[in-house]
Nanobody, 122 residues
């Protein structure tokens, strides 16, 4: 069982940066792939980024490549999403999730946080 709590969201101007954190409880955190997804109003939840348990493999959505960086600290049971050069279209609720495989499909993830709001003003 893994419980996830996101933090770090907020209001930022376009071009600014935010760092999201996702704190996990559970002894087996290091065995899970950790992913970030987001959902904008009126839209379906979409994949943002994911990282393998070892941190050696990462994947990003095309829309965030070169701007967002995912990382994890297994000693702290925490995964991060550094978001730079933010755009108004990045506005969404951001969720972290844990799953067994490095996949972009949200159905592959077993555990979810409650989400944190990110709002980017133009």
């Amino acid at each position: 069982q893994v419980q996830l709590v996101e933090s770090g969201g907020g209001l930022v101007q376009a071009g600014g940066s935010l760092r999201l954190s996702c704190a996990a409880s559970g002894r087996t955190f290091s065995r899970y792939v950790m992913g970030w997804f987001r959902q904008a109003p009126g839209k379906e939840r979409e994949f943002v980024s994911a990282i393998l348990w070892s941190g050696g493999a990462r994947t990003y959505a095309d829309s965030v490549k070169g701007r967002f960086t995912i990382s994890r600290d297994n000693a702290k049971n925490t995964v991060y999403l550094q978001m730079n050069s933010l755009k108004p279209e990045d506005t969404a609720v951001y969720f972290c999730a844990a799953g067994p495989r490095l996949m972009t499909d949200d159905r592959e993830y077993d555990y979810w946080g409650q989400g944190t709001q990110v709002t980017v003003s133009s």
